[in-house]
């Protein structure tokens, strides 16, 4: 089948800062945001997230969804045709690796949300219980086998939205699962808040320890967590961009995904650690947390087995929209290049991914003794998609669109005119955004 020559566009711009934020809003927000922020002392962590979320993420997401719409090419077209021959042509790849890698480790952990919601639901969660949440997950990640089928399930939901089209797919199933997230997400915060003890939990989001600033660590895991929360430097943007008609006010948009992202991870927060304080979990728990703590928790609350399936839900379908957004981009590519239909494109390379992710899937099971630098496998290609490549390709973006496109057309392309917010914007990817970005992307591969 050819390529349809009409294309694609969001239905509305209700539907597409659903859809962006569908993808914004994900695993990154509840099972990686709280356990980060456990990890990294919580309040401080979270204003320098905060920051980054600001000076750096946003004006790369609007440099990103530019792109896509100036050029409404797929992510790695979008470069070369406005900088045709030469390296800036190739370059595009990084962002689609690191998609492609990304939603390979990424539908391993949304099966497992995926297992446990069904589980919760049926409750066999609640019955397994018997050596606790710790034995039951080692034993679910480590029985070869099960988490490559719920990670092959999430996979085939995902195929069968971005097969479905922009309107019929992606914004139809956006625009009913974000709102119902949301409502969640409250409920459960609001539930986790009454619970005795749970002030607790509310400082430790929201009481700085200022001593923190001095760890790097702190930082790496902070822009590590903006980019991966935005979903910026995956080519997502540009694909999702490339939809948008000419006349979206774009800055606009992009500024309510961030905020709704940080809100809704805020939220979360706000659900998760009230409730692992009032209840003596360990919020450093790890990335475990969702998975051992959590399910622990509600085992042992009243009214957690109604409350269970409902997080489980939360955790799968954020998941879900996130793995159709890096789908879409990934198979954008072979839409355009091989002349498949979106439903061709999108079941084979949803296919690749799921044989590329097979290994992350048995990295406890069958493969726990195969490590790359030290660690199990899924952790591994985490560590280098999200430390890596995710910064190596927005320091693409923010050079190109920084100095590589022509000034006028960078700032107009964005809907963003000659005035301040322009050239701040402008600014900002041309010095501070790329400077930040070398600094950390220098330290974490250990050459600073
Ligand atoms: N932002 C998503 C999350 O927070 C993950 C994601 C990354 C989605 C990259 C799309 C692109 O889980």
Known sequence: MSEPRQHEQWGSNLGFVLATIGSAVGLGNIWRFAYVTGENGGAVFLLVYLAFVLVIGLPLMIAELSLGRTTRRDPVQAFGSLAPGGAWAHVGWVG????????????????????????AAGGTLWEAAGGGYGAY???????????????????????????????????????WLMPMLAAIVLGLAVVALTLPGSAEGVAFLFRPDWSALAKPGLYIAALG???????????V???????????????VGAATVALGDTTFAIVAGLA???AVFALGG???????????????????????????????????????TSMVSLLDAASAVARHRLGWSRRRAATLVALAIFALGTPSALSYGVLAGVSLGGAPILDAVDAAASNVALPLAGLIVALFVGWR???????????????????????????????????????????L
Do not use: C
């Open 96 to 119: 689609v690796v690191a998609a492609v890698a990304i939603l390979s480790f990424y539908s391993v952990i949304a099966g497992w949300a995926l297992k446990y919601f069904v589980g």
């Open 137 to 175: 997950f080692d034993g679910f990640i480590a029985a070869s086998g099960e988490p490559i089928v719920w990670q092959g399930l999430m996979l085939l939901l995902a195929a069968l939205v971005v097969g479905g089209g922009v309107n019929q797919g992606i914004e139809r199933a956006s625009s």
């Open 225 to 235: 967590q903006a980019f991966f929360s935005l979903g910026v430097g995956m080519a």
């Open 237 to 251: 943007f540009i694909a999702y961009g490339s939809y948008l008609s000419p006349t979206t006010r774009l800055p």
């Open 272 to 274: 998760i650690f009230p």
């Open 282 to 320: 360990d919020p450093a728990a790890g990335p475990q947390l969702a998975f051992i703590t959590i399910p622990q928790i509600l085992l042992e609350t009243p009214g957690g087995r109604i409350v269970g399936p409902v997080f489980f839900f939360l955790l799968s379908a954020a998941a879900l």
């Open 405 to 447: 496109v022509p000034r006028l057309q960078a700032v107009s392309g964005a809907g963003l005119g000659r005035g301040t917010a322009g050239r701040v914007w402008l600014w900002l990817l041309r010095v501070p955004v790329p400077l930040a970005i070398a600094l950390i992307l220098l330290h974490s591969l250990g050459w």
